[in-house]
């Protein structure tokens, strides 16, 4: 047994696919998320061999659901997955207060809070990681999903500064920047693209857990997301922001206004 790792979200999408992964590689798992029933099915679905899930059930939108997961588990976290995230398209100006609440609740304040909670404990061991699972959506402004980049943003940014923080401690911190992957979350707009802009939650997990493993502080998974990113550091800022800007100005990212489930 390689020690207990804590995945958020692991209810569906790349949350789930964590879990297998990490179940197959012999960690301990502690899944959770608001649906027991999915995390079920997500537990009896490990790959053969991995150890039996724990399953704790919380709202990491809620203050109290956050405690209330830190209080359901007793021993030591070795490594703690931030992934449970949810998205909001279009403008903020059109938001309703409370989804953009909930969206800050769960994308920025959850991973704050159980982050601040584990990562001292590494520390004073000497030994941790953390995943936290950001977005290349992180890496500028994405005006057609303005609070959804900027959480993400928010996510790089803190992931990048801990990283350096822990540095030569043992513990480390990782940041996943995954691309448009398909999962339930985003399934009503892959099938209009392209195959290649799409990736599988599977092979995000493994990129994940191998850059986790190799203690890598940023992993943008696939090559086409990669090369994307950095054509994007090419020009000026200003420009990147610009385009995008007129992009989403001309319905070439026309997304719903909506929040996905
Ligand atoms: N899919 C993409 O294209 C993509 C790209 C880049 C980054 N990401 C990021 O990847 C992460 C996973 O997204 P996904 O695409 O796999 O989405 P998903 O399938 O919708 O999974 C979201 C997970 O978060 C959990 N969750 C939602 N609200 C919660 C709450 N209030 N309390 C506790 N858990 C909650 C959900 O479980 P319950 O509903 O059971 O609570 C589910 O397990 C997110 O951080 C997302 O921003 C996704």
Do not use: W
Not at 28 to 52: C, D, F, H, M, Y
Not at 74 to 86: E, I, Q, R, T
Not at 96 to 111: F, G, K, R, Y
Not at 140 to 152: F, G, I, N, T
């Amino acid at each position: 047994m390689r020690g207990t790792v804590l995945i958020t979200g692991a209810s569906s999408g790349i949350g789930a696919a964590l879990a297998a992964e990490f179940g197959r590689h012999d960690f301990k798992l502690i899944l959770t998320a608001r649906n027991a029933v999915a995390l079920q099915q997500v537990s009896e679905a490990l790959p053969a061999g991995s150890q039996q899930a724990t399953i704790v059930t919380a709202d990491l939108e809620t203050t109290g659901g956050v405690d209330a997961l830190i209080e359901a588990i007793p021993g030591p976290v070795d490594v703690l997955v931030n992934n449970a995230g949810s998205v909001l398209y279009g403008s903020l100006s059109d938001q309703d207060p409370e989804e953009i609440e909930h969206l800050l609740a769960l994308n920025v304040v959850a991973m704050t809070r159980l982050t601040r909670h584990y990562l001292p404990r590494m520390l004073a061991r000497n030994s941790g990681m953390i995943l936290n699972v950001a977005s290349v959506a992180g890496f500028q402004a994405v005006p057609a999903m303005d609070l959804y980049a900027a959480s993400k943003a928010y996510v790089l940014s803190l992931s990048e500064s801990l990283a350096e923080q822990v540095r030569g401690t043992g513990v480390s911190v990782t940041a996943l920047c995954p691309g448009i992957t398909k999962t339930p979350a985003t399934d009503h707009l892959v099938d209009d693209l392209p195959e290649f802009l799409v990736s599988a939650p599977e092979s995000v997990a493994e990129a994940g857990f191998k850059a986790l493993m190799a203690g890598d502080v940023i992993c943008v998974p696939g090559r086409v997301n990669q090369g994307l990113l950095a054509v994007g550091d090419l020009p000026p800022r200003a420009i990147v922001r610009r385009t995008l800007g007129l992009a989403s100005k001309l319905g070439a990212l026309i997304i719903p206004s909506q929040k996905v489930p």
